[in-house]
């Protein structure tokens, strides 16, 4: 069984370093792919902004804002510094810079991306190793029928069918539009965040259900947690301490995948309640066409999935001996 | 398996037949606003007066296209690049895959977002970019499996009795990716369903007056209280075709892992 | 006195209601070894998870008793079983590599057996630990105990689940073959650890194995199993040297035996390695390959010459496979000068003309991962046909289905796909396709490893038959030192990327003068010379 192995044993801190490098470089080329897909496409962004018939003046006036009097390779240097100070310019719509925007609404996203993560994280978990132990029983079967038909549904379907549910069509308890007035502070509306969350979180429990489960069931039929049995380890023992463990590492990239997914899926919870955050702060920008905003707000959500995979990267060599320790 | 086929079979068949079989013109006033159902509009009608179930028949082609093309090109852009990736062994596999992950980098929606906001909703644009968001997802999943293939030993046996390396790749490699591709294919046509309609739900896809399932519910959300169906119909319309697709992509899975495609061990 | 009493035990498949084990019967007193000899599928894994009360998903137990000391095991409630597991039976199991849990540290896993079945004082477990490994020869330092399962060498690892098996003092013992993915050196150790464990502390084991050398090793009796069945109880002398059961004497026949080469002294095969004038097809001369830093093969000279088989032994890490696929130009090839029919062979495989390429082949130790699952044995197999001779598809077809039956395969193999085959048949098409190439010299890749002893044997034969007529050059790899008495010419013995004994087979067997190889042929268990 011999095969050569062309792999020296890497330490798990010179990885890691390797792999944040790499996520510096893929930082610097998402700030070009926003950039590609912004500024520098072919035509002038000042007359796509103010349309066709603009005045000549107004479209001049734009120009000198956005900076676009120089050419395309020093526009991009100067936004890329401009976002390194933490500069992202000033938003066309409100003429407010747009660090201070992003941070009110940041906040409210962050609260909702927190909490929806906050409640299906551990669902999912409690829910796939619930069904993984009671494999293909009725329970199990339950579980995978309704996972199969969550997957399919867009979020924005769900939603919907939430807002008909609980604040609409059949029943009124709940808010359909999430109104959380600027400046005040979003604790006070624990109702306005209750649909959202509970959107996101029926969007990506599935994945993460499915995942532990199969997970679980791969690990109950390892052959150590066999051997734990035969070794007369009481069976609530050898799934917490035998099988748990290892079978919530790769549970780990799974909840990154949750979270970047989440992030993205702001996007269209947040204009179907109408809740002030990052993602429906995108949607505005476009129908306003304000290019700053657009840009900010596309390099944000594009860092944090390389921030949060790298973390998820940290996790698992924690969490995993053989990538932890330096021995071959 | 049959119920999944049933399923896109019948959303397949409003969205191409329903044009012919719809009673009013999508955009031609027929009632008050926000009728209930009657004779004269089955499902009632919409916030403009338009008649609901027309505007159901007549709203499936556009998603429909849609999300087979961008499916299908970058279902075919990904499955490239994963053979590529997973069979060059060399800084061409690290070069791919440092690429895909950057387009990985934007949520699917957001990317489309982006290049819509100064291009504007054009409907090739939107299937151009969600395919582009597409491929880097399914290249790795190819990668992966290719990597496992190329790992055991009978490509490299293929190699020592002289194949030339587009036979390995079209004969012995891409045989052994027909079911692992299916079932991908599936999946992303299920995501296709959902981004396409919901960049038109956000109002960045297909442009009023014309009839679409995403826009619909966008369109007639407002009247949810006097007038539930022009949410309910299109609504039940996506469902059913993201649920069909993916109940299939499931039955394909299944049955592959039932047969095995693993070598029984000796 | 009997501590294990198994009577007419019944196991069926659940769903199928197969029988994969009838009317077992056996007993052990304590303190002896009972061998359970079968090959794969013959349910001897069944029988011995029985003595545990246990089963694998989908297998029930249908009848029959298993007394431990007295106590009917089948008839307990799960609580009684669960005291019993591991206090007063425990297991070893095959590879102690999966069997340990990756994310805990060893000496927790060896303390838990106590913790379990609250054996002695809390404060006192860490000492009875150490003490435990002392016995089997482990360090039972903190260091040691705080190790992960993956900083353990393979025969580490086994003799920790010895220790882990012994340290609740248990009645009898159950072994699943652990010495199957050792090496000689370390089977040789693991196996005296056992027998030196069992005497000492006076517990009875069911030692399950396909390698009946290694039952003349360490049995004080055998029992021989065949599809479910048990065809034949007794002594170990009397089985091994007087077996009764035709299956049995099959089984031995079958058997590589270390001292086989003094019978074939002075047969056909001594003549053409007379024929000294016979040039080299295929040499090697200062060999070296190195992977990053780490060097693998030092300097290595070797020469074949058509018609010879040449083994090249070695335990795993040696570099065997690695000469062996450098020479094919796999991975790179190597650095130094290989000649082959006279020519300056290029290191690298696509480097090398096609006709190169035709002659040199190379056959794999997997026979149904190196054939594509997708396409039929006869599909496989006519590949070289088309590629190398430009046959249409339809006349390749034709010439593989020849071929296929030329190595005595059923006719319905060649529309078969690869998973629908044994493992045997699978190995004999992929030699029929290294045949088709019409090579000089194939590299064989531990090509009988993963298979039954009784099909390794006709496999065997095959080769000998295949170079004796077709005056091919073999080039035989293997980790197992006793399969080479019964084929090679010539023998390279491998170790630490150098040859350290190179010549006739008979010499290196006969009178060895490296102290690995003497090491290695004594420690190799061997059914003629058993030892006690």
């Known amino acids: ?328 | 398996m049959a119920v999944g086929t049933a399923m896109v079979a019948l959303v397949i068949g409003v969205a191409v037949l329903g044009p012919m079989l719809a009673p009013h013109t999508p955009t031609q006033f027929v009632q008050r606003p926000y009728a209930l159902p009657s004779a004269k509009a089955l499902l009632g009608t919409d916030g403009l007066g338009r008649d609901v179930l027309s505007r159901v028949l007549n709203g499936g082609f556009s998603v429909l296209w849609m999300s087979l093309a961008a499916t299908a090109i970058g279902a075919a852009l990904g499955t490239t690049i994963g053979l590529v990736a997973g069979y060059s062994r060399s800084i061409i596999d690290d070069v791919l895959m440092w690429l895909t992950d950057v387009v990985l980098a934007f949520p699917q929606v957001v990317l489309v977002l982006l290049f819509v906001s100064m291009l504007g909703p054009q409907l090739w644009l939107i299937v151009l970019v969600v395919s582009i968001s597409h491929a880097p997802r399914v290249a790795r999943m190819v990668r992966g499996v290719t990597i496992e293939i190329v790992n055991q030993p009978f490509i490299e046996a293929a190699e020592t009795i002289g194949v030339p390396t587009r036979d390995i790749l079209l004969r012995e490699l891409l045989p052994n990716l027909v079911t692992p591709l299916m079932v991908e294919i599936g999946l992303r046509m299920t995501w296709s369903i959902g981004i396409v309609a919901g960049i038109s739900f956000l109002g960045f896809g297909i442009q009023p007056p014309a009839s679409d399932w995403g826009l619909m519910i966008s369109e007639n959300r407002d009247g949810l209280i006097l007038q539930p169906f022009g949410v309910l119909a299109p609504l039940a319309m996506i469902a059913v075709f993201t649920i069909g697709t993916n109940l299939l992509a499931e039955a394909i899975s299944r049955s592959a892992s039932n047969i095995g495609d693993v070598s029984p061990n000796t | 006195m009997n501590v294990v009493e198994v009577d007419r035990l019944n196991v069926e498949v659940s769903r199928t209601r197969a029988r994969v084990a009838r009317d077992v019967c056996f007993e052990i007193e304590a303190g002896k070894i009972l061998a359970l000899v079968g090959e794969s599928g013959s349910g001897k894994t069944t029988v011995a998870m029985a003595l545990l009360g246990h089963t694998r998903r989908g297998a029930t137990i249908t009848g029959g008793t298993v007394r431990l000391a007295g106590a009917d095991i089948l008839s307990l409630d799960r609580d009684s079983l669960r005291a019993m597991r591991g206090r007063d039976v425990s297991y070893i199991p095959q590879n102690p590599g999966i069997a340990l849990n990756p994310s805990q540290r060893v000496g927790r896993q060896v303390a838990e057996v106590l913790e379990t079945h609250g054996i002695g004082l809390p404060e006192k477990r860490r000492e009875r630990v150490a003490a435990a490994l002392q016995d089997v020869a482990l360090p039972s330092d903190d260091a040691f105990l705080n190790r992960y399962p993956h900083e353990l060498s393979g025969g580490q690892q086994q003799r920790l689940m010895i220790a882990m098996a012994f340290i609740a003092k248990p009645r009898a013992i159950v072994l699943d073959e652990p010495t199957t993915g050792l090496d000689i050196l370390t089977q040789a150790h693991v196996l005296s650890t056992i027998r030196d464990m069992c005497r000492r502390h006076k517990v009875c084991a069911l030692y399950i194995t396909h390698d009946l050398a290694v039952v003349a090793e360490i049995a004080d009796s055998v029992m021989v199993m065949l599809k479910g069945e048990i065809v034949e109880v007794g002594d170990k002398d009397q089985v091994l040297h007087r077996p009764a059961h035709r299956y049995t004497r099959s089984l031995l026949a079958a058997a590589p035996d270390i001292t086989a080469f003094k019978a074939s002294k002075g047969s056909a095969r001594a003549e053409p390695l007379a024929d000294k004038a016979k040039l080299a097809v295929l040499s090697g001369k200062n060999l070296s390959k190195s992977f990053g830093r780490l060097q693998v093969l030092h300097g290595l000279n070797f020469e074949l010459r058509s018609g010879e088989v040449l083994a090249l032994v070695g335990q795993s890490g040696s570099g065997k496979t690695t000469l062996g696929r450098s020479l094919m130009g796999l991975s790179g090839g190597c650095s130094g000068e290989i000649r082959f029919k006279g020519d300056l062979l290029p290191a690298a495989l696509f480097d090398r003309s096609n006709d190169q390429r035709r002659t040199l082949q190379y056959i794999y130790q997997n026979p149904h991962a190196s054939m594509n699952p997708r396409r039929t044995i006869a599909e496989n197999v006519s590949s070289p046909f088309q590629h190398f001779f430009g046959m249409s598809r339809r006349d390749a077809h034709r010439r593989s289905v020849d071929l296929l039956a030329e190595l005595s395969l059923p006719k319905s193999i060649a529309d078969a796909f690869p998973r629908e085959i044994s493992g045997g048949e699978c190995q004999r098409a992929s030699i029929a396709r290294a045949l088709a190439c019409s090579p000089d010299v194939i590299i064989c890749d531990e090509i009988t490893s993963a298979l039954d002893v009784s099909v390794q044997a006709s496999i065997i034969k095959l080769l000998q038959d295949l170079s004796r007529e077709r005056g091919l050059a073999l080039l035989f790899i293997t980790h197992n030192i006793a399969l080479v008495a019964s084929i090679a010419d010539s023998v390279a013995v491998m170790q630490g990327g150098t040859i350290v004994d190179y010549g006739p087979t008979a010499r290196v067997l006969g009178e060895p003068r490296h102290p690995y190889t003497i090491e290695l042929i004594e420690k190799t268990p061997s059914v003629s010379l058993s030892r006690r």
């Open chain 1, 1 to 328: 069984m011999e095969r050569e192995q062309n792999w020296s044993p890497v330490q798990g801190g010179a990885w890691l370093l390797r792999r944040a490098l790499l996520g510096v470089a893929t930082l610097l080329m998402i700030s070009v792919v926003v950039f590609l897909g912004t500024q520098a496409l072919p035509g002038d962004p000042a007359i796509a902004i103010l349309g066709r018939d603009a005045a000549p003046d107004r479209v001049e006036l734009l120009r000198q804002q956005l900076g676009l009097n120089v050419p395309v390779i020093q526009q991009y240097f100067n936004w890329l510094s401009g976002i390194l100070h933490g500069d992202f310019g000033r938003s066309l719509a409100s003429r407010r810079a747009v660090s201070g925007l992003l941070a009110t609404r940041g906040l409210n996203s962050l609260l909702l991306v927190g909490l929806s993560a906050a409640i299906c994280i551990p669902v999912s978990l409690a829910l796939g190793g619930w069904s993984a132990m009671r494999r293909d029983k009725p329970a199990d079967l339950s579980v995978w029928v309704l996972t199969t038909v969550l997957t399919a549904l867009p979020e924005f379907i769900v939603g919907m069918v939430l807002v008909i549910l609980f604040a609409t069509t059949v029943t009124r308890l709940l808010p359909a539009v999430s109104m959380i007035p600027e400046g005040e502070s979003p604790f006070y509306y624990a109702s306005a965040f209750i649909l959202p969350a509970l959107t996101l979180v029926l969007a990506t429990l599935p994945y993460l259900t499915r995942l532990f489960r199969g997970s679980m069931i791969e690990v109950l039929q390892a052959d150590y947690v066999e051997m734990a049995r035969l070794k007369g380890v009481m069976e609530r023992r050898v799934v917490l301490r035998h099988a748990v463990p290892n079978a919530l590492i790769p549970t780990v990239q799974g909840s990154a995948l949750v979270l970047t997914y989440m992030a993205g899926g702001i996007v269209v919870v947040e204009y179907l309640f109408r809740f002030p955050g990052l993602g429906s702060a995108l949607t505005d920008a476009i129908a306003n066409r304000d290019l700053p905003v657009i840009q900010a707000i596309a390099v944000i959500q594009a860092a944090l999935y390389v921030v949060v995979n790298l973390l998820a990267d940290y996790l698992t060599i924690r969490l995993t001996p053989r990538l932890r320790t330096s021995h071959g």
